[in-house]
């Protein structure tokens, strides 16, 4: 994992109060660094380009370029960045785009700053994936074993093959058996989609 002094961060969000608010708090911990803030999408894509910050912090709903365009957009241009959505929405439709676009992970506007922090802190160090969900969990029937979903839960955490293996005392080998079952029973192809899958239903 990466480890950082301080996690140098850039905020885009077209609310000026929230972005203030939210620049106060992250700072406050005095483990992240606000290098710049943009109030639209474009703004925010020149900014990374230009300062190439460890993590963006993105709203999802703007005017003209929205998060999921400006995620995609980074990752057209290989910026160095890790994008951690920050959304009113906890819709499965919006995880699903944002993993997609290539979003380390997504956390709603409704959870404590403290948390939103941990976040950003998780994201820098290489632990993406980092969701956070309000949807209670479904009580629809889970096609998979539950070491297979023991294994989805971690990969969502960020963990690579060898170390959910170390942390769930198997072999990397079995890991990739588990992994490889999963995709077939929940009819995916990525570890993407497969997180998307349990954030929807509430297992992550």
């Known amino acids: 994992m990466t480890t950082f002094s301080r996690v140098r961060t850039i905020l885009i969000d077209d609310h000026p109060a929230l972005r203030a608010g939210v620049r106060a ?3 406050q911990t005095g483990k992240i660094e606000v290098v710049a803030e943009a109030s639209d999408g474009e703004r925010g894509v020149e900014a990374c380009q230009r300062l ?8 999802m709903e703007m005017p003209g370029m929205d998060g999921i365009a400006v995620a995609e957009r980074l990752r057209e241009l290989a910026v160095p960045t890790r994008v ?8 499965a439709a919006y995880v699903t785009a944002m993993l997609q676009a290539g979003a380390a992970g997504y956390v709603t506007k409704d959870k404590p700053m403290s948390l939103v922090a941990e976040a950003v802190e998780a994201v820098a160090r290489g632990e993406g994936r980092w969701f956070v969900s309000i949807t209670p969990p479904s009580t629809v029937e889970i096609p998979i074993s539950d070491r297979e979903l023991d294994v989805v839960r971690l990969m969502a955490r960020g963990r690579d093959n060898n170390e959910i293996a170390d942390e769930l005392g198997i072999s990397p080998n079995t890991v990739r058996n588990h992994v490889s079952a999963a995709y077939e029973k929940l009819n995916v192809s990525s570890w993407r989609q497969a997180v998307a899958w349990a954030w929807e239903h509430g297992l992550v």
């Open 25 to 27: 708090a992250l700072e």
């Open 52 to 59: 190439e910050p460890n993590v963006v912090l993105l709203d």
């Open 84 to 91: 951690l959505a920050y959304s009113a929405y906890d819709d």
